[in-house]
């Protein structure tokens, strides 16, 4: 091997190394008060404290958090049942096949605001899971949420007895919860990634067309059709598909729940309509855009994903990306609570354990039928 072709090994090993040792950095922990963030209202004083329900704005808490007791069976209170079914691809006619990769995919030369990934077609099965109040009336039409990266089996489930209690103590409607399970993998190149990242309303009327009718049919109930009586919930990419669903459609979903939101530059493929993927929302949709009827809650860890792939387009910073989403937000004057959770990563899961009951009844606070 001459030295040139050995230094040029060594440079890609080296860039190799480099890239993998980037991506498996811990995030840094960014500060509550540090550049770029939203002036939050301080509730870290006191471990298990939640913002009121009747106000906007942003929010600091941790970094100790108490476990929320909406999340214990409550003796005495009604329980909802859980019904189950599959959708298999072959039976549906949106996103059908599927879509996988073996590999990640590498920057595009030409454009580096995407990837390159060679993907193959699949066919999938995706699990639902619905949840239904023992309050709930048959011959009645219910408000419902959507949860997105629903179960694919038959785990134990803390939502169900969140909602049994809080239904209970009518601190919000007898809802119906619509748990889907994404058709697999994650990111660019994968069906999840399509599905959630996709910067258009295809998800929303594939669950409209091909999930909801299921769900009345097997579950023998009958779902609301207005817009304020259904709402979005998902983490991570789910929580960027949320309010997607609701932004492309807001004929169908006014109310959007997300924790560690992807408002990064992560759809794939390249969409030039819009280049920044869900970086968009606060980069400009949201401030060009007449304001649409969404009532939103977000929160984000302070040590949330920042830059975890090949991308370096600064369009990775999931803390900046929704502490720019709060701002906008705010200047369009949209109902909005943003949590920034102290000790916490993504998925925000010990502050989600005492801060999901608030925000789920914050989502769906002044609800009228």
């Known amino acids: 091997m001459t030295n040139q072709r050995l230094t040029g090994v060594m440079t890609l090993l080296l860039l190799s190394f480099l890239l993998i040792e980037s991506a498996s950095t811990a995030p840094p922990t960014r500060k509550f008060d540090g550049p770029g963030a939203p002036k939050f209202v301080r509730l870290d004083a006191k471990p298990g404290l939640n913002p009121p329900l009747d106000v906007d704005g942003n929010f600091l808490i941790g970094p100790e958090y108490s476990p929320s007791p909406e999340r214990k069976v409550v003796h005495g209170v009604p329980q909802g049942k859980i019904q189950q079914f599959k959708i298999d691809s072959k039976d549906t006619k949106l996103l059908n096949p599927g879509i996988a990769r073996k590999v990640f995919g590498k920057v595009d030369p030409q454009n580096p605001k995407t990837l390159i990934v060679d993907t193959h077609e699949i066919d999938y099965v995706r699990q639902i899971t619905v949840y239904i109040p023992a309050q709930h009336k048959p011959d009645s039409e219910a408000p419902f949420m959507v949860m997105h990266d629903g179960p694919k089996g038959r785990r134990n489930l803390s939502i169900p007895r969140i909602l049994d209690n809080l239904i209970a103590q009518k601190r919000i409607p007898p809802i119906i919860a619509v748990m ?14 399509k599905e959630y990242d996709t910067m258009s309303g295809v998800f929303a009327e594939y669950i409209e067309t091909e ?21 979005a919930m998902g983490s991570s990419s789910g929580g960027s598909a949320a309010l997607i669903m609701a932004w492309f459609r807001a004929d169908l979903y006014h109310r959007v729940l997300t924790t560690s939101g992807t408002f990064v530059n992560q759809q794939w493929p390249f969409d030039p309509k819009y280049p920044d993927g869900a970086w968009g929302f606060h980069n400009k949709l949201i401030q060009e855009s007449p304001k649409k009827p969404i009532r939103i809650f977000l929160a ?5 994903n920042f830059n975890p792939n090949v991308m370096r387009d600064g369009m990775h910073d999931w803390v900046e990306a929704n502490h720019r989403m709060a701002k906008v937000l705010k200047e369009k004057g949209y109902h909005y609570q943003y949590l920034f959770c102290q000790n916490s990563g993504h998925g925000v899961r010990n502050a989600k354990a005492q801060f999901l009951p608030h925000a789920i009844e914050w989502v769906w606070h002044g609800y009228k039928k």
């Open 180 to 193: 889907i399970a994404n058709g697999g993998g994650d990111a660019q190149g994968h069906q999840r990634g």
């Open 211 to 231: 999930v909801l009718p299921r769900v009345e049919k097997n579950c023998k109930v009958k779902l609301t059709k207005d817009p304020n009586g259904r709402a």
């Open 300 to 304: 984000v860890g302070d040590r949330d």
